[in-house]
């Protein structure tokens, strides 16, 4: 940065130009000026401008603009998906997230520490993930958390709802009432994750209805000091016990979840926001969820008496569904972040043709947000949808009245819901969603899943879409916010 023929009063962070001489030009890119009153105008942003003898102004350039950036880490089969926010002059995030970690693929226990360690790299050591989101307990997208639990601590982890009844059906569903400890995360999922690791809090996302309220965004005058604050909105008491009542542990201590209001959207410091949407649906499949009622008590027990119930269920469980394949990940927790829009004056994010980043590098914080600048004005958003369902047009609708219209319309990247499965997906959507960016987090090398579909492919078109474990290097872009 560059400023000529000034000082600067370090203890005000007044600059004072010359009290005599010609006119004097001085360039600060990416610059916010707040002007002493009396003096010669009022510079904007990113504006280089003539200025008079005498005039005084304040640089507060290094609190008014910030970075964000999404990165998808090549896993094979599964997702591990992450994003941070941060400044020019922080090497360390202001808030950092990960959504989902896990995969089927054959992967060793090394594998999952130099990930998880590329994650560490990039984010400057951070000790700690500010936010974890599970989107469901299948294994390609929890089977990484160990490690990732192994290297990071965890402020605050985000769970959907699922019923134990539920959770069973979907543990008998992958086989895995044939190893006990696997089981143990079906049965007791937050004992089995606060085993793991250090967790700050869990707090459970509630079946989702109806549209989330607007946030509303204001111009601060500049950014916070510290890292990005998390707001977290809390059901009431009741509604909080009733829910945690479907999460009691194992031990006396197990740790009790709190509960998410489900019509609110988590924010930091009014600059950037997450949105929930947990699309379970389920019916009670009747005789089962009777029997792990009648059971509950001695699953919880010990390992005697747990493996006896399971042996009970697993009986029930054959007479009712047999072989039929149901389709389990009708839970999936679908997670929007982004910028409150109103509170910034511009944002900026590359597409795949402008981005020359490659992962675990951190994006420049220098870039200006004006309309020539590269990349894709005020679509910076991201929507994580793991294995959700929308094949109708009916479940789209229902995600988009969630979310909102502006939200919808603000999605630079759309993480391809389960993968690319042609069972998860309607084929006109793509064109509605209008990402411009379109991410398959999947292994095409995988024969037996035919994941990405090729139709569901084709519905991209309209953006530019991103497999993942085809390239070089694990995926990633980001963008600038300016206030």
Same mark, same amino acid.
């Given at each position: ?94 808030? $950092? ?6 995969? !089927?693929? %054959? +992967? ?5 520490? &130099?990930? @998880?360690?590329? /994650?560490?790299?990039?984010?400057? $050591? ?6 974890? !989101?599970? %989107? +469901? ?5 929890? &089977?990484? @958390?160990?490690? /990732? ?12 709802? !699922? ?321």
């Amino acid at each position: 940065m560059e400023l000529q023929a000034v000082t600067t009063d370090k203890d005000s962070g007044i600059v004072n130009a010359p009290t005599s001489g010609p006119l004097k030009r001085w360039t600060i890119p990416g610059i916010r000026w707040t002007v002493s009153a009396g003096d010669h105008g009022k510079p904007g942003a990113d504006e280089d401008r003539d200025w008079a003898a005498g005039a005084r102004f304040r640089i507060i350039s290094m609190k008014t603009h910030a970075c964000f950036q999404y990165q998808f880490n090549q896993v094979g089969q599964g997702q591990f998906a992450s994003g941070c926010v941060y400044q020019s002059a922080t090497p360390t995030p202001k808030f $950092l997230w990960v959504y989902d970690c896990g995969s !089927v693929s %054959s +992967h060793s226990q090394n594998f999952w520490h &130099s990930e @998880v360690r590329k /994650l560490k790299d990039f984010v400057n $050591l951070k000790p700690e993930i500010d936010l974890l !989101v599970l %989107s +469901h307990f299948d294994d390609d997208h929890i &089977s990484g @958390v160990p490690e /990732l639990l192994n290297q990071f601590d965890v402020k605050t982890l985000l769970l959907p709802y !699922v019923p134990l009844w539920r959770r069973l059906l979907i543990g008998f569903d992958e086989g895995s009432h044939l190893d006990e400890k696997r089981m143990s995360r079906y049965i007791d999922p937050i004992g089995y994750l606060n085993g793991l690791g250090t967790i700050g809090q869990i707090i459970i996302v509630p079946p989702s209805e109806g549209e989330i309220l607007p946030v509303d965004g204001w111009r601060p005058e500049g950014l916070p000091e510290d890292g990005w604050k998390a707001r977290f909105p809390m059901a009431d008491q009741k509604a909080g016990l009733e829910i945690s009542a479907e999460f009691r542990g194992t031990g006396s201590t197990s740790q009790l979840p709190l509960m998410l209001t489900e019509n609110q959207a988590i924010t930091l410091e009014g600059l950037w926001e997450f949105c929930t949407y947990n699309t379970a649906r389920y019916k009670m499949d009747s005789a089962f969820a009777l029997k792990v009622n009648e059971l509950r008590e001695e699953l919880l027990k010990t390992s005697t008496e747990r493996t006896s119930a399971l042996k009970a269920l697993k009986e029930v469980y054959d007479r009712q569904f047999g072989s039929n394949d149901r389709p389990r990940n009708e839970i999936s927790l679908f997670l929007y972040a982004g910028p409150v829009y109103e509170s910034w004056n511009g944002t900026k994010m590359l597409d795949h043709n402008t981005n020359s980043i490659d992962y675990p590098s951190r994006l420049p914080c220098y870039y200006r947000c004006h309309p020539t600048a590269p990349g894709i004005t005020d679509k910076c958003s991201i929507l994580y949808s793991g294995d959700g369902y929308l094949n109708s047009n009916k479940s789209f609708a229902e995600l988009y009245q969630r979310m909102g219209q502006k939200r919808m319309e603000k999605l630079g990247i759309f993480q391809v819901n389960h993968h690319g499965s042609r069972t998860n997906w309607r084929s006109g959507l793509g064109s509605k969603i209008n990402a411009v960016l379109a991410v398959f987090s999947s292994d095409p090398s995988r024969q037996n899943t035919n994941h990405p579909n090729p139709e569901v492919w084709a519905d991209f078109s309209c953006s530019q879409r991103i497999q993942v474990n085809a390239d070089p290097s694990p995926f990633t872009t980001g963008g600038w916010m300016v206030l």
